[in-house]
């Protein structure tokens, strides 16, 4: 019997072992080497997010989704939007320094202090819930946490990783945490989430945040100045909860609740049930109705603009100058009990300023989408192709911040019209630019700065406290710039106070000792005007007293160039009703 060879296998198998020579003799040279060295080679085992329970359609109606981190009028007015789409939900009560505590104890080292109070005061909410008698695991099925997402050079971008490590520390692993992406458009949800983050989903929230901006800032207008302490605080509750009931009442607009069977049949459905919930938020006069019943509430209350108090403007990292508890010393209570007028930055702000970055970024990138250059002249189809895209989403951009701006102004309207408008993102951009690069992103990016320069400069505020977290890079930023600022402009009265856990009697005292310079600049400045109108405060307050339509809550008092206070401006107002010349010009902005 012949046997046979096989020189080819032979030889690969020759070939194979000396390669297998070769990795074995290199590993143990590098093995050597490290001994050597004195290096230890560890296996690496890289993150990856975890993969968690999906919150699904068929689930919602046993499942309650928890939200919070607001103002409580915010709050109940989101609740009562998100209960009108047909979701169990509750109000996560406002963090206090025991929820900072917690997220000390259960979350990362180094965070800022928004990051602790929000992330422990969930988990506080929780072990509440088991105190009360509810099971874990019941807690972790049936309730759901809803929050912002971002990400970027700014702490707000690992809130969810925090979220779930300090849930995961407290015993609540699996608890599920859902996010809305700031810069995720309009349609976020998959078509069997349990929350379909859709186009009713974000018409209703913003609708909620914005009344809620609206009723903030007039509350705070109108209790500086009331005659019955407590009267303005009894009139919000009241307000706040008729439009939560008519926010829970309010059923979203469909092609099927207008025309019954025959949307089914109806060509283009999606595109017509776009356009119709988009023409029934900016022409329907639902809300505009029930504001105005919130509007004559307010004016039931009666005031004294007379009494002479400065006004302060708050600015700030968004939650710290949004908190209405201990995450910010109880600020805004103290200030009014210290006697002054506050001004405070609606949310809105915030989202017209994300909208101004999407609209610099897309004209900032102009000609970068097919690439990293702009193709050669002679394609004139790529040229035009890369121009189209360019003015159809810059088009889509300012039109959603036209809307923005009009839908919020139709509030400020419909409640009296004597909170402010919406201040312009590109005069904000423009005052900033030369003290705080207006591309420079993370945290509130330029505003801090913006709000200082214009709300001194415009004569909106005596002064201007910003509110920040321990250790927040972008605002410790800010303040560098601002250093600049209050060195260029002379007569503004600002202070930055840090917040965190501890130290408030030590803030408190700092602000104390600015707003004491603040109430002589607003005594000065009303002394001034009585001079210059030649009244007096009792000749004032006899034709106020004449008049009582000037006593009410929401009369509008002009704002005359080159003064601020409320009670100064309502001098100048009175004076010219009585008939007498006053040196001053109304502003007609």
């Known amino acids: 019997m012949s046997t046979s060879t096989h020189p080819v296998s032979d030889g690969l198998v020759q070939i194979s072992s000396v390669e297998e020579i070769i990795r074995q003799r290199v590993a ?42 607001l103002t409580w009028k915010h709050e109940k007015l989101v609740h009562g939007a998100l209960q009108g789409l047909g979701y169990k939900c509750e109000v996560v009560p406002t963090p206090n320094v025991r929820a900072f505590q917690l997220g000390k104890e259960y979350g990362n080292n180094g965070q800022c202090n928004p990051t602790y109070f929000t992330v422990g005061n969930l988990v506080q909410y929780l072990q509440r819930l088991e ?171 009666k005031v004294d603009r007379l009494k002479v108090k400065p006004i302060v403007k708050i600015t700030g990292e968004f939650w710290a100058q949004t908190t209405e508890g201990d995450g910010n010393f109880n600020m805004f209570r103290f200030l009014h009990k210290e006697g002054a007028q506050l001004i405070v930055e609606p949310i809105a702000t915030w989202i017209n300023y994300l909208i101004h970055q999407a609209i610099q970024e897309t004209s900032d990138r102009r000609g970068l989408e097919e690439g990293a250059t702009m193709p050669p002249t002679w394609r004139l189809d790529k040229q035009a192709k890369i121009e189209w895209n360019y003015r159809n989403k810059l088009l889509k ?120 310079e603040a109430k002589a600049k607003s005594k000065l400045e009303f002394k001034e005007v009585l001079q210059k109108i030649g009244k007096t405060t009792e000749e004032l307050h006899g034709y106020v007293d004449g008049h009582p339509e000037m006593q009410q809550a929401l009369y509008r008092v002009p704002k005359y160039k080159g003064v601020v206070g409320t009670a100064a401006n309502f001098a100048i107002h009175v004076a010219e009703q009585m008939g007498a010349t006053v040196p001053y010009h109304q502003e007609t902005h």
């Open 28 to 69: 143990e040279e590098r093995a050597r080497l490290e001994q050597e060295a004195g290096i230890a080679q560890k296996h690496v085992q890289h993150f990856h997010k975890p993969i968690e329970r999906p919150f699904t359609a068929d689930q919602r109606s046993k499942t309650t989704l928890l939200f919070g981190g």
């Open 131 to 301: 105190e009360a008698g509810q099971k874990r695991d019941d807690i972790i099925n049936h309730y759901v946490f809803l929050t912002a997402g971002a990400c970027g050079p700014c702490r707000f971008g690992m809130y969810e990783a925090e979220y779930r490590l300090a849930l995961r520390n407290a015993g609540y692993d699996g608890f599920r945490v859902l996010l809305f992406q700031q810069g995720g458009g309009l349609s976020q949800g998959e078509a069997e989430a349990g929350l379909a983050m859709n186009l009713d989903f974000f018409l209703s929230i913003l609708n909620g945040l914005n009344m809620g901006d609206v009723f903030n800032e007039v509350a705070h207008q109108v209790r500086a100045y009331e005659l019955n302490p407590g009267e303005t605080d009894a009139v919000l509750d009241e307000v706040i909860d008729y439009m939560h009931e008519v926010l829970k009442k309010k059923s979203p607009w469909s092609v099927e609740a207008k025309l019954g069977k025959l949307a089914s049949r109806m060509p283009m459905k999606s595109a017509v049930e776009y356009l119709g919930k988009f023409l029934e938020q900016l022409y329907s006069d639902e809300y505009t109705e029930a504001l105005n019943y919130c509007r004559n509430r307010f004016n039931s209350i």
């Open 397 to 516: 951009l300012k039109a959603a911040e036209k809307i923005f701006g009009r839908e919020y102004q139709k509030i400020v309207d419909a409640l009296g019209g004597t909170a402010h408008p919406l201040v312009s993102q590109y005069e904000l951009q423009r005052v900033a630019h030369p003290y705080y690069n207006s591309r420079a992103s993370g945290g509130e990016g330029h505003l801090e700065v913006a709000k200082n320069i214009y709300y001194s400069n415009r004569e909106l505020a005596h002064m201007v406290l910003s509110m920040k977290p321990f250790g927040c890079m972008p605002s410790t930023q800010s303040d560098g710039a601002q250093s600049a600022v209050v060195a260029h402009y002379k007569d503004i009265i600002y202070l930055p106070i840090e917040t965190s856990g501890e130290g408030e009697i030590n803030a408190h005292s700092r602000v104390q000792m600015a707003l004491g």
